[in-house]
């Protein structure tokens, strides 16, 4: 297997805020929000949960770099190209010229979307502990993986055990969001490597959804009672709100409702907007608020990252009131330059 690394945007030396590890996709999607069999037209982008996050960080300012293989293809080019378009380091991208670039299709329906893999045998299933060694020269602040990468294959696993071994002994705060993929493993396996993690990792992000699947958890005070050693752990419960148990306690805020025209991709966004918080050392409800805000925007597009509102909108929102914020009727969308009037869109005016 031949593999190589191409300098790209800003090179292995610049130390970042974040580095997000995982696979990314070349993800065929209908132009409308339509059935794939019906569909005249189809768009290609990018999709990948860590590269996803990485994206709406690098949008909304942080120094971010993304670590993956892809094919030498055309579809892995693009990937690249479209993942640092912006502002996302690829440097650290391997180029494997033997295996290919990972593929899935989005096949919209009435309800829910429906995901199509053809991933088996992928440059991003060969992903190896020693892609990380660039990065442990100059750590980052934080590191960002999900639970699909060690599904992947044995060669995955044994990199994200290598992975939280190099990253705590050096400091790094490390987020991991459990991710599940039914499709990869099964459950009982996953139930057990997953958990393994998050107990591990210092942020944890999951579903309430997946984790009533993985461990029968059905309340939030329940799953941090069965994960309790990270200093963080955020519980997402869909459309309804998010809860984050921390060291001083925890918090409750309640997601706007929200017009959606693709749900795939919002756990991504979310989890982008509260690491973007506490990197800007947010208090918890705002990284929370800016979860939702984020997710909220991800749920107005069929692509996997869609352009986050601009920060004076973001700043405006992130500063109502409680009240204000209880009654949003809809997601917040900017007024022009994002300057407008923000308390309008939550009294439904």
């Known amino acids: 297997m031949t ?5 790209r945007t800003t090179g292995e030396d610049v130390p970042f805020e974040v580095v997000c590890v995982g696979e990314t996709m070349a993800m065929a999607t209908p132009a409308q929000p339509e059935p ?20 709406y960080l690098a949008s909304l300012g942080h120094r971010v770099s993304w670590v993956s293989r892809l094919g030498d293809d055309p579809l892995g080019r693009r990937v690249l190209r479209d993942v640092s378009a912006v502002g996302v380091d690829t440097s650290l991208v391997e ?88 499709g990869l493993w099964p459950r009982t ?41 990270p200093r963080v752990l955020v519980v997402k419960n869909g459309a309804v709100g998010a809860t984050a148990y ?19 991709g919002a756990g991504d966004a979310f989890a982008a907007g509260w690491l973007s918080g506490l990197l800007g050392d947010l208090p918890q409800v705002q990284r929370l608020r800016l979860g939702h805000l984020l997710a909220g925007s991800a749920l107005s597009s069929t692509a996997d990252h869609h352009t986050p509102p601009n920060k004076p909108w973001l700043q405006a929102a992130l500063s109502v009131s409680e009240a204000e914020w209880a009654c949003a009727k809809s997601t917040p969308q900017p007024d022009g330059d994002g300057s407008g009037d923000i308390l309008k869109t939550y009294r439904g005016v």
Not at 3 to 7: A, I, S
Not at 138 to 160: F, K
Not at 190 to 202: C, G, H, P, W, Y
Request: aromatic share 6%.
């Open 3 to 7: 593999r190589e690394r191409e300098t």
């Open 36 to 55: 794939l069999e019906l569909a005249q037209t189809v768009v290609i982008h990018p999709a990948g949960a860590e590269s996803n996050v990485a994206m």
């Open 95 to 182: 180029i494997d010229k033997n295996a290919p670039t990972g593929v899935f299709f989005k096949d919209p329906g009435r309800g829910r979307t429906r995901v199509f893999y053809y991933r088996r045998g992928s440059a991003a299933s060969l992903m190896r502990a020693e892609l990380l060694s660039p990065v442990l020269r100059i750590p980052p602040q934080l590191v960002h993986l999900t639970g699909i990468t060690p599904a992947l294959s044995q060669e995955c696993d044994d990199m994200v055990r290598e992975l939280f071994q190099e990253f705590r002994a050096r400091g790094t705060t490390i987020s991991f969001d459990v991710n599940f993929r039914e």
């Open 189 to 229: 396996k996953a139930s057990v490597r997953l958990i393994e993690l998050a107990q591990q990792a210092d942020v944890v992000f999951v579903g309430l959804d997946e984790a009533t699947t993985l461990w029968g958890t059905r309340e939030p005070h329940d799953l941090r009672t069965l994960i309790d050693q």
């Open 246 to 264: 921390h060291e001083q306690g925890s918090e409750y805020v309640r997601a706007p409702k929200v017009d959606v025209r693709e749900p795939v």
